[in-house]
């Protein structure tokens, strides 16, 4: 049998994330990708510690952690160096939650993206700062309970919709991923790899922690949010849109339904959510149309 | 070769034949000709480098240490609010024990908004592990920054360059900028033993429990201990080669000195003069510059004190609620030794207000006569 997805793990086993943790399967689909060439720069996140304490390290290959706002900007030097000593076949991969892509750390990645830095950068996201206790962050979605917005005040407003601004600061590559879709994640990184400048990925990576569901439902979770489409999967590559679409679409009520924080919504509220989907779902398909 | 520079140009002739080989900074007054300069170079090939044109010194540093973990030499200068905007990565490049060097002009903090000099930007990065210059001149600064790499890249810790801000940033004066071949012999390139390589790939800076987080702090303790020998010994070294004696401390007709005056960066010079004037009218006034504030140069006060009856401390800078920073540290220098001093602190010149002779004249006056001193604070020139 050919495999579609390389054999080889890189990522070592004995690291320490939850049970069930889509951020581990994402790394480990990504150094599948990637291979041993690559230097991974770590800032503050879940990540931090599923790699392993001192003197262990679970990558299997060069990592630097890093402060929590300064992944794209250590990366940036960390790439600097191996052009001053003409080290072309490494790939440096800033590999951030979202909370330290979209929220600390944008700036940083704004000003990579604007001078074309050559970097990977792979936010994996999870929707919420899980390191310190599942607080909101600017990509947690619409509804959303997490520790600082309570079921009474829970998360009001879109995500922040990070692919679209950093496809607006015409980087070649912008893409969104999810883990229930790995070949689709390595076939995107293995076209950020060919390209210069700074490739933005961002995967969905569920969290059973603070999404408050059972860990055997990970993979299934992540496959609805692409199949409800309330986190499409697309890419937009120098300038052009291309979307997958779901063969069939499900309502978002299967998505949230499976998970805690989700659990105190109305049927009112996630109808709102569903017409909110479906309308950014809508926006989507007429920009490849127009972009395509 | 001599030639007739800037303070911030000679940062930046500094860092050219250091070969530093990846510099990433955000421009800031005073600054920013240190920056200009540099960009010139690298866009001329004239330095082989690689310029990172960051959006912010937070930026700038978490490059530079990128670069550095990456392997290369880098190089950095900011001043006032950008180096306290730099302030996690300062902790960050110790911790990570890169030995990166930094020029930072001292300029006043706001608000009020004031570009002039003034030491509390660089004073409140002392715990975090940096080693620290104090420059008198515009050759020093230059000298010192090669100094700098030689001593961070033995110990596995950076090292801030301080300049004056205008006094000595914008002031032209001839110096004599060593030439490349000597440099590149006494400053061999740097090649580090732990770096990001991915045919040895290690984790760095991970997670470290209380099991192991002591022993790190102590081995930057340890390595702050060799610096202090090392700064003496490389500065001597660099005498031999280039004619320019360096230490931890300057000292200025100190030997017979029964009053001795303590002071750093350029208002040395100034105070220099004012020893020479007093000394003429028959006092034995002393005095010694403070040239490395970390490592901390403790033996050095503490031979001169057995001998002077009276020290006075000049700091430009202030710690609210106590008193001037290197008044603070002298005192607790002397604290375990047997004969005590005097010890007056004077506060001057916050935010580029002038300091001249005749001020630091009438401070020796005073320390003479003991009158009119306060114990802890003497603020010199206050408008009413
Ligand atoms: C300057 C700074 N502020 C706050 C923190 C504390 N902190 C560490 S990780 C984290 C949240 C990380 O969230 P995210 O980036 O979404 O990654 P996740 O933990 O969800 O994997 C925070 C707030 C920090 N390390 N540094
Ligand atoms: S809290 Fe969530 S993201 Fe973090 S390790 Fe656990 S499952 Fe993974």
Not at chain 2, 172 to 199: A, G, H, N, T
Request: proline share 5%; net charge positive; aromatic share 8%.
């Amino acid at each position: 049998m050919k495999l579609t997805i390389p054999e080889k793990e890189i990522l070592n086993p004995g690291h320490l994330a939850c049970q069930g943790c889509g951020a581990a399967l994402a790394m480990r689909y990504a150094l599948k990708a990637l291979g041993r060439k690559t230097i991974i720069v770590l800032p503050a996140c879940c990540w931090t510690v599923i790699d392993g304490p001192f003197p262990y390290s679970s990558a299997g290959v060069p990592l630097f952690h890093t402060a929590f706002e300064t992944a794209a900007s250590c990366g940036a030097g960390v790439n600097a160096a191996l052009e001053v000593k003409g080290k072309n076949e490494v790939t440096v991969l800033s590999w951030a939650g979202d909370g330290g892509t979209m929220d600390i750390g944008i700036q940083a990645l704004s000003g990579a993206a604007e001078r074309g830095d050559n970097l990977i950068y792979v936010c994996y996201d999870n929707e919420a700062y899980m390191n310190t206790g599942i607080q909101r962050s600017s990509s947690t979605p619409h509804g959303s309970w997490t520790s600082t917005t309570p079921v009474k005040a829970f998360k009001k407003g879109p995500k922040k919709n990070m692919i679209e601004i950093m496809a607006a600061h015409k980087i070649p590559y912008s893409v969104s991923a999810s883990i229930s879709h790995p070949e689709d994640f390595i076939a995107k990184l293995q076209i950020a790899k060919q390209l210069k400048g700074v490739k933005f990925m961002q995967i969905l990576s569920p969290c059973p922690a603070g999404w408050k569901y059972p860990s055997n439902l990970t993979v299934k979770i992540a496959k609805l949010a692409i199949e409800t489409c309330i986190f499409p999967l697309y890419e937009v590559k120098q300038g052009r849109y291309k979307v997958k679409k779901p063969a069939n679409k499900k309502p978002v009520s299967e998505y949230l339904k499976l998970q805690g924080r989700f659990r105190h919504l109305t049927g009112e509220e996630i109808d709102e959510i569903q017409k909110n989907t479906d309308q950014v779902w809508k926006e989507l398909l007429k920009k490849e149309k127009v972009f395509g | 070769m001599k030639k007739f520079i800037t303070g911030n140009h000679a940062v930046s002739f500094g860092a050219k034949i250091s070969r530093a080989e990846v510099i990433a900074a955000y421009p800031i007054t005073p600054q920013t000709e240190i920056v200009e300069k540099l960009s010139e170079m690298v866009a001329s090939g004239e330095l082989k480098a690689k310029f990172a044109k960051v959006e912010s010194e937070h930026s700038a540093l978490a490059a530079c240490i990128g670069a550095s973990a990456a392997g290369c030499r880098s190089f950095t200068a900011t001043s006032s609010q950008g180096l306290a905007l730099m302030h996690e990565m300062l902790h960050w490049a110790s911790g990570a024990r890169l030995p990166i060097v930094m020029a930072n002009v001292n300029r006043a903090m706001a608000p009020p908004w004031n570009v002039w000099s003034d030491q509390t930007d660089s004073l409140a990065q002392r715990d975090t592990g940096w080693i620290q210059f104090y420059c008198e001149s515009n050759q020093e600064i230059v000298d010192t920054i090669i100094q700098a790499y030689r001593i961070s890249e033995k110990v596995n810790l950076p090292a801030m360059v301080v300049l004056d801000a205008f006094i000595l940033s914008h002031t032209s004066e001839p110096v004599d900028v060593p030439e490349q071949k000597k440099v590149d012999r006494f400053l061999p390139s740097y090649d580090p033993k732990y770096k990001l390589d991915i045919d040895q790939p290690h984790a760095f800076g991970g997670l470290v429990n209380p099991e192991w987080y002591y022993e790190f702090r102590y081995k930057i303790a340890c390595s702050m201990e060799e610096a202090r020998g090392l700064i003496n010994e490389v500065g001597k070294e660099f005498g031999k080669q280039f004619g320019r004696n360096y230490g931890l401390v300057e000292k200025y007709r100190s030997n017979d000195a029964d009053v001795i005056l303590v002071v750093s960066g350029s208002l040395s010079s100034t105070a220099k003069e004012a020893v020479d004037r007093v000394r003429k009218k028959g006092r034995k006034a002393g005095l010694v510059r403070i040239r490395a504030f970390r490592p901390f140069p403790k033996e050095e006060i503490r031979k001169l004190a057995k001998k002077a009856g009276v020290i006075g401390v000049l700091d430009r800078n202030i710690s609210f609620g106590n008193e001037g920073i290197f008044f603070s540290e002298i005192k607790s220098a002397l604290y375990s030794q047997k004969r005590k001093p005097l010890v007056y602190g004077f506060v001057v010149g916050l935010g580029g207000r002038d300091v001249r002779c005749k001020d630091i004249e009438k401070m020796i006056d005073s320390l003479y006569k003991k009158q009119g001193l306060k114990k802890d604070i003497n603020w010199i020139g206050l408008k009413k």
